[in-house]
Structure formats: structure tokens, C-alpha cells
T-cell receptor, first 109, second 116 residues
Framework: QKEVEQDPGPLSVPEGAIVSLNCTYSNSAFQYFMWYRQYSRKGPELLMYTYSSGNKEDGRFTAQVDKSSKYISLFIRDSQPSDSATYLC?????????FGTGTRLTIIP | ETGVTQTPRHLVMGMTNKKSLKCEQH?????MYWYKQSAKKPLELMFVYNFKEQTENNSVPSRFSPECPNSSHLFLHLHTLQPEDSALYLC???????????????FGPGTRLLVL
């Protein structure tokens, strides 16, 4: 079993829709959870960073962590074509980051 | 831009060539990383340098040789690569390295490598 599971997609939604991206994990030592966004031909850029369980909101983006279920989510409200990218979840205990495979998202105008 | 630059952006090399990838960070960070990104696979951590000292080598074949002359620069020397080494090679930096609270990592744009 992979430490981090992420549906690779692709996922296509119409502009303005709410997008839900998810990852599950098996290592209960993970405490730090991140979402990276990667545009084509670019490196990943940090989008959201949360510690332990709970929600964190930043503009149209909400990150949610449920440690009891070992499940994290990223919600994008009022999705825009500029949100089209690959979204990578990443998590860590005290050391190196473990990444998901990434979900490729396309927002259709 | 994230403050992490990588050159070259694209590289095509034969299996007998020797080439080097360069990474530079302008963020004042202490830790630098090399990752390999292949299609439909998670990012694979290759090497970690913390205060110029290598702290992790993730079972990487010896045909990949890292070098960190100072905390702002990181190189990946390549020789006798195989076609399966074709991938996007990403450099990242963070304020502190492993061993403490993990800091977020900032990535460069990557070098797209094709081995023929």
C-alpha cells in the first residue's frame, strides 16, 4: 500500500463549480499537510499548509484535514480557468515530505 | 518566481555523455533538495543537503552525483544515464532541513531531461 494515495484524474469541471481534491494516507505519524499547485512546465508552488486536523481557508481555497480518517481535502470555490493545473498533496511527520501522484484539473470556460 | 532557479531548463543527452544540472536559491535557505518527477508517479526525493552537508541519499544510483559547494548552490552531475532516467528534475529549498519541524519547500521550475 502506498503511503499517500491520490486520484490522478484527469478531472474536468465547468467554470464557477466547486472543486474537491482528496488524498488518503496510511502513516499516522504525519502531522504536516500541504497542497502544491503545478502548472504545465513549471515547478510545484505551495498553495496551502496546515498542521494537524482542522480547516484552513485562504481566499477561494480551503484545506481540510481529518486525521482520524487519514484523509485530507482541498476545496476550490468559484473555480477559474487559471486554476487548471496539477494539484499535489504532500505530508510529513518530522522529516521528509511524502507526495501524492497529483490530480490533473481542468476548468472549462 | 519562487526564488529558486534551475539551468538548463531542457537537456537532451546520450547515454555516454556527462552533464550537470545547476540550482541556485536566493531565499537565504539552509536546506536544498533534488527530486525526480516522472509521469504518473509521486515526486521522488533523491538527495538532501542541510547546511551544505548531505543528510540523505535515497538509494540513488551512482550515475547521479550531487554537489553542494555552499548553501545557495546545488549541482547534480550526470554520467552514463539510462533512458529510464528521462524525467523532470526539480530542485527545492527550505529554511531548515530535516531533523526539526519541517519547513515548507520552494521549488524551482525544473530541468526536463531526455536520455537517448
Amino acid at each position: 500500500q502506498k503511503e499517500v494515495e491520490q486520484d490522478p484524474g484527469p478531472l474536468s469541471v465547468p467554470e464557477g463549480a466547486i472543486v474537491s481534491l482528496n488524498c488518503t494516507y496510511s502513516n499516522s505519524a504525519f502531522q504536516y499537510f500541504m497542497w502544491y499547485r503545478q502548472y504545465s512546465r513549471k515547478g510545484p508552488e505551495l498553495l496551502m499548509y496546515t498542521y494537524s486536523s482542522g480547516n484552513k481557508e485562504d481566499g477561494r481555497f480551503t484545506a481540510q484535514v481529518d486525521k482520524s480518517s487519514k484523509y485530507i481535502s482541498l476545496f476550490i470555490r468559484d473555480s477559474q480557468p487559471s486554476d487548471s493545473a496539477t494539484y499535489l498533496c504532500a505530508m510529513s511527520g518530522n522529516e521528509k515530505l511524502t507526495f501524492g501522484t497529483g490530480t490533473r484539473l481542468t476548468i472549462i470556460p | 518566481e519562487t526564488g529558486v532557479t534551475q539551468t538548463p531548463r531542457h537537456l537532451v543527452m546520450g547515454m555516454t555523455n556527462k552533464k550537470s544540472l545547476k540550482c541556485e536559491q536566493h531565499l537565504g535557505h539552509n536546506a536544498m533538495y533534488w527530486y525526480k518527477q516522472s509521469a504518473k508517479k509521486p515526486l521522488e526525493l533523491m538527495f538532501v543537503y542541510n547546511f551544505k552537508e548531505q543528510t540523505e541519499n535515497n538509494s540513488v544510483p551512482s550515475r547521479f552525483s550531487p554537489e553542494c559547494p555552499n548553501s545557495s548552490h546545488l549541482f547534480l552531475h550526470l554520467h552514463t544515464l539510462q533512458p529510464e532516467d528521462s524525467a523532470l528534475y526539480l530542485c527545492a529549498s527550505s529554511p531548515r532541513g530535516v531533523g526539526g519541524t519541517p519547513e515548507t519547500q520552494y521549488f524551482g521550475p525544473g530541468t526536463r531531461l531526455l536520455v537517448l
